[in-house]
Nanobody, 121 residues
Framework: QVQLAESGGGLVQAGGSLRLSCVAS????????MAWFRQAPGKERGIVAT???????YLAASVKGRFTISRDRALNTVYLQMNSLRPEDTAVYYC???????????????WGQGTQVTVSS
């Protein structure tokens, strides 16, 4: 069982930066693939980034070059550094944990409660 808690969301102007954090409970954090998804009003939850147990990363095309995903095993935490934010990045951002790399929400077993990111123009 893994419990996830996101933080770091907020209101930022276009071009600004935010860093989201997702803290995982439990001693098996290092065995899980971690991912960030986002969901805007009226839209489906979509992939933002994944990081495997070995540190390999995947970034969605819409955020490549602007966002970075990383994990700190000692702190049981995964981060999403978001730079050059755009109004279209506005969404609730969710952290997910699963046993294999996937780009759909169905591939992840555990979820946090989400954190709101709002980018003003």
């Amino acid at each position: 069982q893994v419990q996830l808690a996101e933080s770091g969301g907020g209101l930022v102007q276009a071009g600004g930066s935010l860093r989201l954090s997702c803290v995982a409970s439990g001693r098996t954090f290092s065995t899980y693939v971690m991912a960030w998804f986002r969901q805007a009003p009226g839209k489906e939850r979509g992939i933002v980034a994944t990081i495997s147990t070995s540190g390999n990363t995947y970034l969605a095309a819409s955020v490549k070059g602007r966002f970075t995903i990383s994990r700190d095993r000692a702190l049981n935490t995964v981060y999403l550094q978001m730079n050059s934010l755009r109004p279209e990045d506005t969404a609730v951002y969710y952290c997910g944990a699963g046993t294999r790399v996937a780009v759909t929400p169905q591939g992840y077993e555990y979820w946090g409660q989400g954190t709101q990111v709002t980018v003003s123009s």
